[in-house]
């Protein structure tokens, strides 16, 4: 985790909640965003490591794109998972 993905994750988090939809409590909303970010980027990277193990039809994933491609997607739900957790 590096202090950089908890700290843009927070200042998103603290713009989105003041934003006509959020609830106004920018405090909140960068501590949700700085936290699903760190496991969103967490589970992302986790995911593109240990994509050379995983075969689809029997053929190994290879393809930078499509391995990129598969961990923002799970980096995403974790990330969402976390922040939604966080935030009740």
């Known amino acids: 985790m590096s202090l ?11 713009e989105m909640a003041q934003l006509p939809g959020g609830d106004g409590d920018s405090a909140m909303g960068a501590l949700v965003g700085g936290f699903s970010s760190v496991v969103g980027g967490a589970a992302g990277r986790l995911a593109t490591k240990s994509l ?3 075969a689809i039809n029997g053929l190994g994933v290879k393809s930078p794109v499509l ?7 799970l980096g995403g739900a974790g990330g969402g998972y976390a922040g939604s957790f966080a935030g009740g």
């Open 67 to 73: 391995k990129g491609t598969i961990g923002g997607v």
């Open 52 to 54: 050379g193990r995983i």
């Open 4 to 14: 950089s993905t908890f700290v843009g994750g927070a200042i998103n988090g603290a």
